[in-house]
């Protein structure tokens, strides 16, 4: 067990859960259960994981965790650019989220590989 504000990849993964909250604020109204809904709650879900895996026991239990954020990442990075090419997000909030949440998929990757070895 750790603690997971220790986590960089957990910083980081909470500064984009806040960076996609900001940037939906603007979402149209007849969204707010479609997209605005479900990119929020994959955003929140990568931190969400990452910060329940580390109060588990075995690396397994961990591992399996961020597997899970792993894939909220993914399902953000698809979100933010449907967002953008309906016109939902600009160029600049789309770029802001792409950067932050593949800067957070590289270090899940690597921490996942590091955790199951």
Not at 4 to 29: C, M, R, S
Request: with cysteine.
């Amino acid at each position: 067990m750790q603690n997971f504000k220790d986590l960089i990849v957990w910083q980081k993964a909470h500064e984009n859960a806040l960076l996609v909250y900001d940037a939906t604020k603007g979402f149209p109204k007849d969204e707010s259960f479609g997209i605005t809904s479900q990119i929020r709650r994959a955003a929140v879900s990568i931190p969400t994981n990452i910060a329940e895996g580390c109060g588990k026991f075995t690396k397994k239990d961990f591992a399996n965790y961020l597997q899970t954020s792993f894939g909220s990442v993914q399902e953000v990075e698809y979100l933010s650019l449907l967002s953008f090419e309906l016109g939902y997000l600009n160029k600049s909030q789309h770029e802001k989220i792409d950067a932050l949440t593949n800067e957070v998929k590289a270090m899940l990757i690597s921490l996942i590989k590091k955790v199951r070895a």
